[in-house]
């Protein structure tokens, strides 16, 4: 019976091991023919070649370390702990899982497979009755509550829990927080439905239901107001004439709004996202300096919004905080945008740019070989934006698995593992967040399928592409000898590592080495 149970185990073992490494990552393993042929001549060998080349050349650094008390000659075991590259994702369905078991399997790939977390502090879920930000636990944001719905998508703070908890755990783990965002002119998913109405008078309130046809938010799944065409025709002086109170009121609030979560927060929060998604306003020339208003694509917003909320971050910050700009936007404006703020004496620490292939038949197509997402493409807007010279967080990543059979599972991890190992060669490349772990946890219009697991929590081929990558491929795990004067030397990727020895006295010595 034992014989039995052993074989049994033994083929269990290596039907999972299987299951783990069972996606191609060359055109020669690729059996099954999961990719075309011509996605495979896209990612060639030569391309594969220059990536690891500029791996090699820009996520590594030579170590000279000297050692006390070890004779000459002695092994020494080189173990790497930690990245200082950083490997993100959004931590927004914590608790909501359903169940105790998804819930802590989840709360285990930080720490583990993620050093970093987004944390969810958008301005309407997190502010949702005027001065009553929901920073601490309540209720409703406990495992308990969530364990009770059977819809959980059916409420309101969905994807949006309270910041305190998280922010506790992840500290807890020695996991840094990136706040995501302190601006955002969107209506739909940051800014309150209550402003309208707490920032005009009813005279001026009046005045803007008549230039209004529909206001934006949730409810109508708007990202912007509907204009009439007399506001599109009127100028931005005009509008400053008309709504006096709006325009001193925008701008109060929105300093407020950043000052109070400065102050709240401090440097517990590692870095944060202070404006999102607006440099499409800036390539239609509508952030004026000066101007009291703005007409952003997104609707009434506070004038030249992004250089006064980089303004505002930079008192009330301190230096010890990384503050970022954000964007979907890759053409010549973004860096450009970048590039004005930072002359204008904004200080922006990193560039953030984002990639979503929201549309499974996207990656179906990748794996036909069509020309989307292809190195040429990425090596093309990542010069582009490193021109800024800043470093570039790629700050939402979604790559679905079509159909999330099978096939589609291996077609996602294959694209996930090309994508990763050419955006980890990028010199300017200092971080990579996955956006939505879990499948079926996206906001309403994201993919179902976009997960590193199953709604179950259990593990995709896409998980082990990653888990592969960050885990093993690049840590540096060696043995070297010691040199005639106490010292080694050795080549790996920045990050802490412990070094381990026998001293002269035979008794072990574990020294702690960043390798930066």
Same mark, same amino acid.
């Given at each position: 019976m034992k014989k039995i149970t052993l074989i049994i185990s033994l083929v269990f073992c290596c039907f999972n091991l299987f299951a783990q490494n069972s996606f191609p990552k060359s055109?020669?393993?690729?059996?099954?023919?999961?990719?075309? @042929?011509? %996605? *495979?001549?896209?990612?060639?060998?030569?391309?594969?070649?220059?990536?690891? !080349?500029?791996?090699?050349?820009? /996520?590594?650094?030579?170590?000279?370390?000297?050692?006390?008390?070890?004779?000459?000659g002695s092994e020494v075991k080189i173990e790497q702990i930690s990245h200082d590259f950083v490997f993100g994702a959004h931590i927004f369905n914590y608790n909501q899982l359903g169940t105790p078991a998804c819930n802590q399997k989840?709360?285990?790939?930080?720490?583990?497979?993620?050093?970093?977390?987004?944390?969810?502090?958008?301005?309407k879920t997190l502010e949702m009755q005027p001065n009553r930000p929901r920073f601490r @636990?309540? %209720? *409703?944001?406990?495992?308990?509550?969530?364990?009770?719905?059977?819809?959980? !998508?059916?409420?309101?703070?969905? /994807?949006?829990?309270?910041?305190?908890?998280?922010?506790?755990?992840?500290?807890?783990?020695?996991?840094?927080?990136?706040g995501h965002p302190l601006i955002w002119g969107n209506r739909k998913w940051h800014n309150p439905n209550w402003i309208i109405g707490q920032m005009m008078t009813p005279e001026e309130k009046k005045e803007m239901d008549k230039l209004i046809v529909e206001y934006g938010n949730l409810?109508?799944?708007?990202?912007?107001?509907?204009?009439?065409?007399?506001?599109?025709?009127?100028?931005?002086?005009?509008?400053?004439?008309?709504?006096?109170?709006?325009?001193?009121?925008?701008?109060?609030?929105?300093?407020?709004?950043?000052?109070?979560?400065a102050k709240y927060y401090g440097d517990r929060v590692s870095s944060w996202d202070v404006v999102n998604e607006s440099a499409q306003d800036f390539a239609k020339g509508v952030m004026v300096p000066g101007s009291g208003l703005c007409k952003s694509n997104y609707g009434v917003m506070p004038g030249d919004y992004t250089f006064e909320a980089f303004k505002t971050a930079n008192q009330v910050f301190s230096d010890n905080v990384l503050l970022n700009i954000n964007d979907y936007w890759t053409g010549p404006e973004y860096p450009e945008q970048v590039k004005d703020l930072m002359e204008r004496g904004a200080k922006i620490n990193i560039a953030g740019s984002q990639m979503h292939l929201f549309n499974p038949q996207q990656c179906l197509d990748i794996a036909a070989g069509k020309e989307i997402q292809t190195p040429n493409q990425i090596w093309t807007i990542m010069n582009r934006i490193s021109e800024t010279g800043l470093p570039i967080h790629l700050s939402e990543i979604t790559i679905t698995s079509p159909g999330n059979d099978d096939r589609g599972q291996k077609i996602q991890a294959v694209i996930a593992q090309n994508l990763y190992r050419l955006w980890f060669s990028v010199k300017n490349m200092m971080g990579i967040t996955w956006w939505n772990v879990v499948d079926d946890c996206?906001?309403?219009?994201?993919?179902?399928?976009?997960?590193?697991f199953t709604r179950n929590m259990d593990p995709k081929q896409s998980f082990y592409a990653l888990d592969n990558l960050i885990n093993h491929e690049w840590k540096t795990n060696t043995i070297v000898k010691v040199g005639k004067n106490g010292d080694i030397k050795f080549r790996g990727f920045r990050g802490r590592y412990h070094i381990t020895y026998m001293d002269k006295s035979g008794k072990e010595q574990v020294v702690e080495y960043h390798l930066k």
């Open positions: 055109a020669k393993e690729d059996k099954e023919k999961i990719m075309s @042929e011509a %996605y *495979w001549n896209i990612w060639n060998p030569k391309v594969q070649a220059k990536i690891d !080349k500029d791996i090699e050349q820009n /996520r590594k650094a030579n170590a000279i370390v000297c050692l006390q008390d070890i004779a000459a989840y709360k285990d790939v930080f720490g583990t497979l993620f050093n970093r977390a987004t944390v969810a502090f958008y301005w @636990e309540e %209720y *409703w944001d406990t495992e308990e509550y969530w364990n009770r719905q059977t819809d959980p !998508k059916l409420q309101p703070h969905w /994807r949006r829990p309270s910041p305190d908890q998280i922010i506790d755990f992840c500290l807890s783990k020695g996991v840094p927080v990136h409810d109508n799944y708007l990202d912007s107001e509907k204009y009439t065409d007399e506001y599109k025709n009127m100028t931005v002086a005009q509008l400053e004439t008309k709504f006096p109170n709006l325009t001193k009121k925008l701008k109060e609030l929105f300093e407020k709004r950043i000052v109070e979560i996206g906001a309403p219009g994201e993919p179902s399928v976009s997960g590193l």
